[in-house]
């Protein structure tokens, strides 16, 4: 962002631009009221891996990749041997969002074994009951500047597997999760759900990082900047 800015305002940019450090909040709890409710509701019954995203609904944050990908996965010679729900979050963008919305609709109703669910714009208890939900947080964005979202799943102690755009090679470490391209995608998936000692391991790691690196760091930096 630092170097479109400079390149956009030539006149003005240079010299000015500050980046602020990554960041992250504690997690909130998941009550169990709001985490049965959402299995009530999507028919997660025990035993099945939950993916999780969360964005807006748009072509740069990449969800029809994962969805071509886990379609690709189905039709592979090693398909899921078990089952799987993916939790698609987010509201369709202003730009281009409906459209897009449709397209994500009609892919995953080509899915035979793996369920996607579209549950919306998520918040509050509801999402912190997804974020408790999930076995494996999956950000697929094509450009991501920031990441706050992957942040918010490492601070909830979801590992994660990644496209590697800008903010996630940031945030991203090999003890936490995986960054892939999408040509490896589903298979990096399939390896991380079937293996739970690894995710155990990487979910006190992303804990661990998401706690290194406070929200309050980058807040206290712009107070400095803006004094």
């Not at 602020?20 to 709001?34: Q, R, V």
């Not at 912190?128 to 909830?156: K, N, Q, R």
Request: include cysteine; proline fraction near 7%; charged fraction near 20%.
């Amino acid at each position: 962002m630092q170097e479109t800015l400079e390149r956009c305002y030539p006149q003005h940019a240079p010299g000015k631009v500050r980046i602020l450090p990554w960041g992250a909040e504690p997690a909130a709890p998941a009550s169990a009221m709001a985490t049965d409710a959402l299995r009530t509701e999507f028919r997660i019954s025990p035993g099945t891996m939950v993916l999780l995203t969360l964005s807006r609904i748009s072509p740069e944050k990449g969800q029809h990749i994962l969805l071509e990908s886990l379609l690709e996965w189905e039709r592979s010679a090693t398909p899921p041997r078990q089952p799987i729900v993916l939790l698609l979050c987010g509201c369709a963008a202003y730009m281009q969002g409906n459209r897009y919305h449709n397209r994500l609709q009609a892919l995953a109703a080509r899915l035979k074994h793996i369920r996607v669910h579209f549950p919306g714009h998520v918040t509050g208890s509801r999402k912190a009951a997804c974020l408790a939900l999930a076995d494996l947080y999956i950000f697929p964005s094509i450009h991501e500047s920031y990441g706050l979202t992957l942040m918010e799943a490492l601070s909830a102690g979801l590992p994660a597997v990644c496209l590697p755009s800008h903010g996630a090679r940031e945030v991203m470490r090999p003890d936490i999760g995986a960054m892939v391209g999408p040509e490896q995608l589903w298979q990096t998936i399939r390896v991380w759900l079937e293996d739970e000692s690894r995710r155990g391991r990487a979910a006190e790691a992303a804990k661990l990082h998401a706690a290194r690196n406070p929200f309050g760091e980058a807040a206290e930096k712009l107070a400095r900047l803006l004094v």
